[in-house]
């Protein structure tokens, strides 16, 4: 069952007058309601308390009032769980064009559906009905949970404010005092949670713009502030090397949270080194890792529709702007300087009649709302333009069309090798056996997940710098001639690999019974 009002696709919360004039409360819910599964969906009527029901196109109202639903979802038997993080993008966008994002965040959701198969679970992070529908979840929409403009960070300035009045007279009012969190669609949410949960992978460091740091930081902030219990999940913090700001409030908000579950371990070396208490910091490995939905698509008659040989070696190069030399990492086109490199590794593949594949792991959606490929695209088509004429470029293919993530996972299992500047293309090949090479960024600030998801698999001997032509290509070379010994031993360390990945579930389980205790 899912609880909006308003437009059925759309998940709000409401404002502090309607809060006021309805009794329906915290309206941006969805209840799992065994035994109901014919419930398909379920819309508020914004401006009464009035519920509809709609199945197959009819309407009829239930016998429910908002106090019911609000008085359902916040069960004191029941853990409220609420996922955000720097991640959040427009709606349904994080499933399509981001693939890397959607690789952790349908394992992420499942396992938590799993973990807390009765419990509520909201987030902030802008996933599509579809999404939300297929694990039970509330999606909240507003603006306030996705943008970083300038009026965002009046907003927080507005619910500090708030929340200090709050702490005030909760003293002297007890608990009527929490009407005023109402006047605040993140406090009201937060208020809701019994453990909070951040999101935000490597972005929470030097790789957000000054913006989006700072409208992160105050939401960790008042979380800490209303004594939730904050998780850093599949994280890799870092690094905080731009300036004093960074390091200071990167170093108190990290201290304060009360689990750091960190998804490669060169973050928690880093963060080890960086003055984080120790005993916060957890070891576990990426949810990408537990990834196992199947779209379906027929991998065979795609490669043969893109004018891929099956019964040739496929090996698959992926890289982005990331992987360039020099910044921005959007740039396009590029000055074939910058990938001059990457055409060496193609020329020592078509050397030896193998097909090399130029592969976009990102997307954008089309004004039709179908998608197109991403910027990473313009970077292959200009690496195949830049071939020699000595190359057999007949060995050589772009991939034309953008797939959703399921399909590309689908494709780059069907290579004998892989060469990927993405992490979670890499992390596709390896929890799928491809032999895989492990290509860095290029430019500072480099970050460390890449180096820590080639450490927690035991591959640090294929993880290379794409500025060292001689390394680059000598680690590629020998890696292709040992790729059967490499894919033997990428299936025997993938075990605990992934029990490492489940590891994130059970502590947050833990977490979360500890905290309604």
Same mark, same amino acid.
């Given at each position: 069952?899912?609880?909006?009002?308003?437009?059925?696709?759309?998940?709000?919360?409401?404002?502090?007058?309607?809060?006021?004039?309805?009794?329906?409360?915290?309206?941006?819910?969805?209840?799992?309601?065994?035994?109901?599964?014919?419930?398909?969906?379920?819309?508020?009527?914004?401006?009464?308390?009035?519920?509809?029901?709609?199945?197959?196109?009819?309407?009829?109202?239930?016998?429910?009032?908002?106090?019911?639903?609000?008085?359902?979802?916040?069960?004191?038997?029941?853990?409220?769980?609420?996922?955000?993080?720097?991640?959040?993008?427009?709606?349904?966008?994080?499933?399509?064009?981001?693939?890397?994002?959607?690789?952790?965040?349908?394992?992420?959701?499942?396992?938590?559906?799993?973990?807390?198969?009765?419990?509520?679970?909201?987030?902030?992070?802008?996933?599509?009905?579809?999404?939300?529908?297929?694990?039970?979840?509330?999606?909240?929409?507003?603006?306030?949970?996705?943008?970083?403009?300038?009026?965002?960070?009046?907003?927080?300035?507005?619910?500090?404010?708030?929340?200090?009045?709050?702490?005030?007279?909760?003293?002297?009012?007890?608990?009527?005092?929490?009407?005023?969190?109402?006047?605040?669609?993140?406090?009201?949410?937060?208020?809701?949670?019994?453990?909070?949960?951040?999101?935000?992978?490597?972005?929470?460091?030097?790789?957000?713009?000054?913006?989006?740091?700072?409208?992160?930081?105050?939401?960790?902030?008042?979380?800490?502030?209303?004594?939730?219990?904050?998780?850093?999940?599949?994280?890799?913090?870092?690094?905080?090397?731009?300036?004093?700001?960074?390091?200071?409030?990167?170093?108190?908000?990290?201290?304060?949270?009360?689990?750091?579950?960190?998804?490669?371990?060169?973050?928690?070396?880093?963060?080890?080194?960086?003055?984080?208490?120790?005993?916060?910091?957890?070891?576990? @490995?990426?949810?990408? %890792? *537990?990834? !196992?939905?199947?779209?379906? /698509?027929? =991998?065979?008659?795609?490669? #043969? $529709?893109?004018?891929?040989?099956?019964?040739?070696?496929?090996?698959?190069?992926?890289?982005?702007?990331?992987?360039?030399?020099?910044?921005?990492?959007?740039?396009?086109?590029?000055?074939?300087?910058?990938?001059?490199?990457?055409?060496?590794?193609?020329?020592?593949?078509?050397?030896?009649?193998?097909?090399?594949?130029?592969?976009?792991?990102?997307?954008?959606?089309?004004?039709?709302?179908?998608?197109?490929?991403?910027?990473?695209?313009?970077?292959?088509?200009?690496?195949?333009?830049?071939?020699?004429?000595?190359?057999?470029?007949?060995?050589?293919?772009?991939?034309?069309?953008?797939?959703?993530?399921?399909?590309?996972?689908?494709?780059? @299992?069907?290579?004998? %090798? *892989?060469? !990927?500047?993405?992490?979670? /293309?890499? =992390?596709?090949?390896?929890? #799928? $056996?491809?032999?895989?090479?492990?290509?860095?960024?290029?430019?500072?600030?480099?970050?460390?997940?890449?180096?820590?998801?080639?450490?927690?698999?035991?591959?640090?001997?294929?993880?290379?710098?794409?500025?060292?032509?001689?390394?680059?290509?000598?680690?590629?070379?020998?890696?292709?001639?040992?790729?059967?010994?490499?894919?033997?031993?990428?299936?025997?360390?993938?075990?605990?690999?992934?029990?490492?990945?489940?590891?994130?579930?059970?502590?947050?389980?833990?977490?979360?019974?500890?905290?309604?205790?």
């Amino acid at each position: 069952m899912q609880v909006v009002f308003g437009k059925p696709r759309v998940f709000y919360h409401p404002s502090a007058a309607n809060l006021a004039a309805s009794a329906v409360g915290l309206l941006s819910l969805r209840v799992a309601t065994p035994g109901n599964s014919g419930c398909k969906s379920v819309f508020i009527v914004y401006n009464s308390t009035q519920i509809t029901h709609k199945k197959n196109g009819n309407s009829a109202c239930l016998n429910w009032t908002g106090e019911n639903l609000a008085q359902s979802e916040n069960s004191s038997a029941h853990k409220h769980i609420l996922i955000i993080g720097l991640t959040s993008v427009k709606l349904g966008a994080l499933e399509k064009t981001n693939i890397g994002n959607y690789l952790i965040v349908d394992p992420m959701f499942q396992y938590l559906r799993k973990s807390f198969p009765a419990d509520p679970i909201r987030t902030t992070l802008q996933l599509s009905p579809e999404f939300l529908d297929r694990y039970a979840i509330t999606g909240l929409s507003h603006k306030r949970f996705w943008t970083y403009r300038p009026g965002t960070l009046l907003i927080s300035l507005k619910d500090t404010l708030l929340f200090g009045i709050y702490a005030l007279i909760k003293p002297l009012l007890g608990k009527p005092a929490k009407k005023l969190l109402s006047g605040s669609r993140l406090l009201t949410q937060l208020d809701w949670a019994d453990v909070v949960v951040d999101f935000s992978g490597d972005l929470y460091g030097d790789n957000a713009p000054l913006n989006r740091f700072i409208e992160e930081t105050f939401k960790l902030q008042f979380a800490l502030w209303m004594k939730k219990p904050l998780v850093l999940f599949a994280s890799s913090p870092g690094p905080f090397t731009r300036n004093f700001l960074y390091r200071a409030i990167g170093k108190r908000v990290l201290n304060r949270a009360t689990v750091i579950l960190n998804r490669e371990p060169q973050s928690s070396l880093y963060l080890k080194n960086f003055g984080i208490d120790p005993q916060k910091i957890v070891d576990t @490995a990426c949810p990408s %890792f *537990l990834f !196992s939905r199947n779209s379906g /698509a027929d =991998i065979p008659r795609i490669l #043969q $529709g893109e004018g891929i040989d099956p019964a040739r070696p496929k090996v698959g190069l992926i890289v982005s702007g990331w992987n360039m030399p020099t910044p921005p990492f959007d740039k396009v086109p590029r000055e074939q300087s910058d990938f001059a490199n990457f055409l060496e590794v193609i020329s020592f593949f078509t050397r030896q009649k193998v097909q090399v594949i130029l592969i976009s792991h990102s997307n954008r959606i089309a004004p039709d709302g179908g998608l197109i490929p991403g910027p990473d695209h313009v970077i292959c088509k200009q690496i195949y333009a830049a071939m020699p004429e000595s190359a057999d470029k007949a060995l050589l293919k772009v991939l034309s069309k953008a797939y959703d993530p399921e399909t590309m996972r689908g494709i780059l @299992a069907g290579l004998d %090798f *892989l060469v !990927s500047g993405r992490l979670h /293309a890499a =992390i596709s090949g390896l929890s #799928q $056996g491809v032999p895989t090479v492990i290509v860095d960024y290029g430019f500072p600030p480099k970050g460390h997940k890449l180096l820590g998801i080639a450490r927690l698999m035991g591959i640090t001997d294929l993880f290379c710098d794409p500025n060292d032509k001689e390394k680059l290509l000598a680690v590629i070379s020998g890696a292709w001639q040992e790729r059967a010994a490499i894919r033997r031993r990428i299936e025997q360390n993938l075990v605990g690999v992934k029990k490492k990945a489940e590891l994130n579930f059970t502590l947050l389980k833990e977490l979360a019974e500890k905290s309604v205790e």
